[in-house]
Each structure stands twice: as C-alpha cells, then as structure tokens.
C-alpha cells in the first residue's frame, strides 16, 4: 500500500514562510511527477505546482515566483517553498504523486491534506 504523508502546514502571517513536505512510502518501483494542489473554501482544488522525476517544473500562474517546488528522488520526498504568504493562499494543499508500481504500471495517489492558514 503507498502512502503519502505530508506535513509543514499551519498558521502564518501575511508575508510569512512556511515549508510543505510530501514523502511517499510503501512498497513501489518509482515517482513519476509529483505536485501540489490546494482548495480553498467553496472553490475547486487547483494546480499549486508540479515536478517531474528529472527535475521540469510548472507553476500556476498565481504563484508569481513565490513558490518553489524541489524534490529528493532517494527519499521519495516532495516540498513546496511558498513565500510571501497572502491571504489568498489560505487552503488545504494537497500532495500528488504518480508512482510506479513494485510490478509495474503507474497510478496516481492522493495525500490527506495538510492546512495553511496565512492570518494575521
């Protein structure tokens, strides 16, 4: 069974920092591309950022060089930089991975959210 764990949610202020982890676990071959959506209240989950396993990234345009997305391929672990918090940027975020399987074939896998809250 794979596993996403995610954790560095919580409350800041605008302009703050925080540091979002995703860390895949289980038994698996690989991680493909691996991401971070979020929702907000009463919106739909939307696209933060994503990487590929060579390293490609794409942003949402909201991000404005605010985010950075970097991964650790040996521990199967994904992070999120956000800076310059808004309050705009409250929502629960996801972590998504695609992984391959320990026998082959390839499927995406959800984490349970972790909440940002940017309060002041």
């Known amino acids: 069974q794979v596993q996403l764990a995610e954790s560095g949610g919580g409350l800041v202020q605008p302009g703050g920092s925080l540091r979002l982890a995703c860390a895949a676990s289980?038994?698996?071959?690989?991680?493909?591309?691996m991401g971070w959506y979020r929702q907000a209240p009463r919106k739909e989950r939307e696209l933060v950022a994503r990487?590929?396993?060579?390293?490609?990234?794409n942003y949402a345009d909201f991000v404005k060089d605010r985010f950075t997305i970097s991964r650790d391929n040996a521990k199967n672990t994904v992070y999120l930089q956000m800076n310059s918090l808004e309050s705009e940027d409250t929502a629960v975020y996801y972590c998504?991975?695609?992984?391959?399987?320990?026998?082959?074939?390839?499927?995406?896998?959800w984490g349970q959210g972790t909440q940002v809250t940017v309060s002041s």
């Open positions: 289980g038994r698996f071959f690989s991680t493909n591309t």
């Open positions: 998504n991975a695609n992984i391959v399987g320990a026998y082959g074939g390839s499927q995406n896998y």
């Open positions: 990487i590929t396993s060579g390293g490609s990234t």
